[in-house]
């Protein structure tokens, strides 16, 4: 979910030249069509959804160890 909403946010943000990522229903659902689109492409979408999925996992990681870092 977090890979999906990444993309969606990077869509608007190139496309709109907004400069802040926005998460919100539209960029949700704009990822998962872009996601489903490029999974569909041979060899190459599941490589492009395993980045986003890493990039968005990473992202959330080092998100929560932070959060754990400064409690302790």
């Known amino acids: 979910i977090f890979s999906i909403a990444l993309v969606g946010s990077l869509f608007f943000r190139l496309v ?14 704009v ?3 872009i996601m489903w689109i490029f ?4 060899f ?3 490589i492009f959804n395993f980045i ?3 990039a968005a996992f990473g992202e959330t990681s080092y998100f929560l160890y932070g959060a ?5």
């Open 52 to 54: 986003f999925f890493l």
């Open 44 to 46: 190459v979408g599941w």
């Open 31 to 33: 990822g998962a069509i």
């Open 16 to 29: 709109l030249k907004k400069a802040n990522f926005s998460v919100d229903w539209k960029s949700i659902i």
């Open 39 to 42: 999974a569909l492409i041979p």
């Open 68 to 72: 754990f870092r400064t409690r302790a």
